[in-house]
């Protein structure tokens, strides 16, 4: 069979969107998992730290006390929300894919679909994240908390239009290697354009540790490979069992209606 050969036909859009939001679920779940136990404990020492520097300048902490603990917020609360997020992305994924599944060319539904999740990995996660890397609280200016939130939304839109370029370009080649370097090259370009024309925010200040800065923005990134990942092989191993002999004869059985 060819490369570009069409895939076999798809699932109702319906069940497309139950695996997705149950991938999603358990992407959300796992990710939360992993921020639970390898970035919490670097937020915990990032609020440390602003606590002393707070303590040093003569703030005695008679500010607000927060609506919620941080026991619940670093436990319970961040799971709920990598959850509902995860749900959110898996039903927007399985909507992409349904969209976009017969303009990806792929020999099959799961190179389709680990191909998706891992286009939108590149673009929506590490584009973003080398030119605006998060940063752990207390640090950051909130007098520009607004213009860093539309630089980034921006970004955002530029990886993503980045991989789109990159698809593009690599379908004008005909040899495979000309695939991959017009490939590549579209996608930088575009990428280049947006770091050059885009702000940067150096706000981290000078005594804030490098190693845990360094640790947090790692702990975040994996956060979201983990979620990515999950949801993308979770999607496609659901989708394979949509196309088993078992579901496929589930799907053609007559329906017997009664008179």
Known sequence: MPLTAAPAPAPAYG???????LAGLIAGLLAGGFAFFFGEP?????????????????????????????????????????SLYGIALGGMFATGYTVLRRRLRASSDARASLGLAGAVLLGFVLVPFVKYPPNPPAVGDPATINQRTITYLAMVVIG???????????????????????GVAGFVVVVAIG??????????????????????????????VVL??????GFTALLA????????????EPVAVSR
């Open 160 to 182: 993503l239009v980045a991989v789109w370029a990159g698809v593009v370009a690599a379908r004008t080649q005909a040899p495979e290697w000309r695939k991959a370097l017009a």
């Open 228 to 233: 990515w990942t999950v949801l993308g092989l």
């Open 42 to 82: 670097h937020v915990d020492a990032a609020i440390a730290l602003e606590e002393a520097a707070a303590v040093a300048a003569g703030d005695t902490g008679g500010g607000e006390e927060p609506l919620v603990e941080r026991d619940v917020q670093s436990g319970f609360g961040l799971i709920l929300a990598t």
């Open 241 to 252: 069992r949509s196309h088993t002999p078992a579901a496929e004869a589930e799907k053609s």
């Open 195 to 224: 770091y050059a024309l885009l702000p940067s925010f150096n706000e981290v200040p000078e005594t804030f540790p490098a190693t845990l800065l360094w640790d947090f923005r790692l702990s975040s990134l994996g956060t979201q």
């Open 15 to 21: 069940r497309l969107l139950i695996n997705g939001l």
